[in-house]
């Protein structure tokens, strides 16, 4: 069992900046691929930000540039830093694990945080 709690959300002005984070349980964190689900309402989930066991990195088109995905295997944290934030950025997110290197980009995952509220408004 994996259990990940999530922290840094709220609410933020467009062009703000916000830094989630993470904490996994366990003695296994560094062999888990970490990722970042977003779900806005009325849109379905989508994969914002992954980063690998080996520290490569995704993001989705409409991130890029203004999100980065770090972890820190010592501390088994994930982050994520969002920068520029803008209106569209709203959602619920999720951060989620998977021993699987391509199944968060899939969509799936082993196991999920709870979810934390991202608001980006004047």
């Known amino acids: 069992q994996v259990q990940l709690v999530e922290s840094g959300g709220g609410l933020v002005q467009p062009g703000g900046s916000l830094r989630l984070s993470c904490v996994a349980s366990?003695?296994?964190?560094?062999?888990?691929?970490m990722g970042w689900f977003r779900q806005a309402p009325g849109k379905e989930r989508e994969l914002a930000a992954a980063?690998?066991?080996?520290?490569?990195?995704y993001y989705t088109d409409s991130v890029k540039g203004r999100f980065t995905i770090s972890r820190d295997n010592a501390k088994n944290t994930v982050f994520l830093q969002m920068n520029s934030l803008k209106p569209e950025d709203t959602a619920v997110y999720y951060c989620?694990?998977?021993?699987?290197?391509?199944?968060?980009?899939?969509?799936?995952?082993?196991?999920w945080g709870q979810g934390t509220q991202v608001t980006v408004s004047s």
């Open positions: 980063i690998s066991t080996s520290g490569y990195t």
């Open positions: 989620a694990a998977h021993t699987g290197h391509l199944s968060l980009r899939s969509g799936s995952a082993q196991y």
């Open positions: 366990g003695r296994t964190f560094s062999t888990y691929n």
